[in-house]
């Protein structure tokens, strides 16, 4: 080998101190394409729709969650509802700021469960001093109010409203299965393919408390009327209170 190719060839070969500059690089390069794909991955469990408890409506429904940036979606199947946008922060999806009224969402043995924000600390109260008190006794007292009178239908219109909760939570289930369509007007009965979401979410189909029979169609006490609207967009249920008049309205 002449010495002018060994010079070349000795040349091109990448010197030590070369190689000790460039590790370096290329670890950093490795832990931050694991930091990105960790941060991609982050809270992926959480995607996808799932049957959840409502602890506000105390009913049950479906849910879907969805990427959205760098957080997520959440989306209820009702019509003009907003989706909601959550973080994923300590193992959990937290509301946005913005949002902190809406539930916190965590994984609980496989399923989605949805806590209530925490409710704010009562401000303690107020006690009067003695000159306080003894000034308020020495003050002439007032006329006794009069208590106002009480609903004898307040427990039984509470059920009613309780009833249509129950057959709404279903129709919005029906929705979630069926491509975002709500059932059609003659199928919310206590019978046949609907009656099953209801059964399967609160155990049995909700009665009227008036007549003791399983809440029906119509306007009569404790009865009930759904309209399918915009050919399943979106629907309306009344229930008629225990005066036949209409008593509560959803959604």
Known sequence: MSATLQAVITRSRPSR???LAILPVVAAIA????????????GQQFV???????PVSGGAMT???SRSG??????VPTPNVAPVPYLYEGGKLVPAPGYENCCVLSLVGGRLVMTPPDTPALKPTHKPTLAQAATSAASPT???TTSPSVDPNAEQDAQITQGIRTLQSAVQSWSADHQDIYPATDLVVSTGAFSAYVQRDQGSWPLNPVGGQ????????GDYTYEQLDGGQGFKLTGYGVDGTPLVTVP
């Open 17 to 19: 101190t070369t190689l």
């Open 31 to 42: 832990v931050l394409a694991l930091v990105m794909a960790f941060r991609g991955s982050a």
């Open 48 to 54: 996808g729709s799932w049957r959840v408890h409502d």
């Open 63 to 65: 849910v879907r969650i």
């Open 70 to 75: 760098d957080g997520f979606e959440l989306r």
């Open 142 to 144: 007032s006329q006794p």
């Open 214 to 221: 399983p809440m029906q169609p119509g306007t009569a006490a």
